[in-house]
């Protein structure tokens, strides 16, 4: 996805996605909101998963109050799903995150026609913001 010179804190946005995939190689084709974000921590790596919730909790604060995480990776909305997380590591993280927004009405959500642009501003905020009180547990330990 990420050329071997993207940078840290890179964002690669997808209008549209057909060849997505979830956990366990699962396959993830949308058309919400859906883009990965290229980092590069520190070492150790055994704590690199740890950044999977760091996206997840930044993808549900942004959605709202009734938004709730299912461990590992998922964002739920009055039980559903409304959106996901998947982490990739070879030397660096890709977080891939899609959010289910446009199409069917969010249970519980009174903001379904939120700005898409909007949304994706609010997540990138709240993941750098966790991202670097990530960081700082980390250098803290």
């Known amino acids: 996805m990420f050329p071997g010179s993207a940078a840290h804190g890179a964002v690669a946005l997808a209008e549209h996605q057909t060849e997505g995939r979830g956990r366990l190689g699962r396959s993830w084709t949308d058309s919400g909101l859906m883009f990965s974000v290229l980092l590069e921590p520190p070492p150790p790596v055994a704590g690199w998963p740890e950044l999977t919730l ?7 604060d942004a959605i709202g109050p009734d938004a709730e995480i299912k461990h590992p990776n998922d964002v739920l909305v009055d039980g559903r799903k409304v959106a996901g ?8 993280v890709v977080l891939g995150i899609g959010i289910n927004v446009g199409g069917t009405a969010w249970p519980g959500s009174g903001w379904v026609d939120r700005d898409r642009l909007e949304l994706f501003v609010d997540v990138l905020e709240r993941l750098e913001r966790g991202y670097a009180d990530w960081l700082r547990r980390r250098r803290r330990d």
């Open 85 to 92: 997380v998947l982490a990739e590591a070879s030397g660096r």
């Open 54 to 60: 760091v996206a997840a909790r930044a993808v549900a």
